[in-house]
């Protein structure tokens, strides 16, 4: 058998975030499924909640090229849980989602992304690890006020990204995105809707997975195999 059909196309994309965060929101967005305000907290880890849902469709094949096998993680943000995320924490192949809210004050977003880059430092560091920023709740930010609160809120997330020495992982500004998970938003004046939002993040999740699949390191290549 030839090293290419040993070598495993199954990608873990992975979402992590405090919380209330908007984790699973998001998730509800991606698979086109209704706001749930009432919706409780993830407990423990969710795995493939909505996967039919979430599959690239034969459109996205054909726009990225690729015919991947995706597992959608979502785990809980409460202190509680966090021992035991690293034990679910992959290093082969894998996409991780790094969520917050965009309510939050730009110290409380500073020190949630340095936990969280913390807990996936080592798994971050392989070739075929991807990573992601995306701020959520956009639909609750003031009309007038959206523009600077999310260039101020991408100057945060550079700043970390920067401190964390993980620039070469986020592509700006692809891989720092912003979300809405109420239908009827829409910003005329930045062209954000929430479909133009959704559509972003999905594709650049796909597009981050097909770069995971390609990557030649030779090291990993050999924990991709059978």
């Known amino acids: 058998m030839s090293d290419v059909a040993m070598v495993s196309h199954l990608v873990q994309v992975v979402f992590l975030g405090n919380g209330r965060s908007g984790k699973t929101s998001m998730l509800r967005t991606l698979a086109k499924k209704p706001l749930q ?17 979430l599959k690239p469709g034969f459109a996205d094949k054909l726009h990225h090229g690729f015919d ?19 034990f679910f924490m992959s290093m082969r192949q894998a996409v991780y989602v790094i969520v917050y809210s965009v309510l939050d004050d730009d ?35 003031l009309a007038s006020e959206l523009q600077n609160v999310l260039r101020c809120k991408r100057g945060v997330v550079h700043q970390v990204v920067e401190a964390k020495g993980l620039v070469h992982k986020i ?5 720092v995105l912003f979300v809405s998970s109420l239908q009827a938003f829409e910003s005329p004046g930045m062209n954000m809707t929430w479909a133009t939002c959704r559509r972003a993040l999905k594709h650049r999740i796909y597009g981050n997975c097909v770069d995971v699949v390609n990557c030649q390191d030779p090291l990993q290549l050999q924990l991709l195999k059978f």
Do not use: C, N
């Open 171 to 175: 592509h700006q500004p692809d891989d």
């Open 107 to 141: 110290e409380s977003i500073m020190q949630q992304l340095l936990h969280w880059l913390s807990v996936i430092s080592e798994p971050a560091a392989a070739p075929h690890v991807r990573l992601m920023i995306v701020g959520t709740k956009v639909d609750l930010v």
């Open 68 to 86: 991947l096998e995706l597992s959608f993680w979502d785990f809980a943000g409460q202190l509680e849980y966090s021992a035991a995320h690293e």
């Open 37 to 53: 305000p009432d919706q409780l907290s993830t407990r423990g880890v969710t795995v493939d909640a909505f996967a039919e849902d």
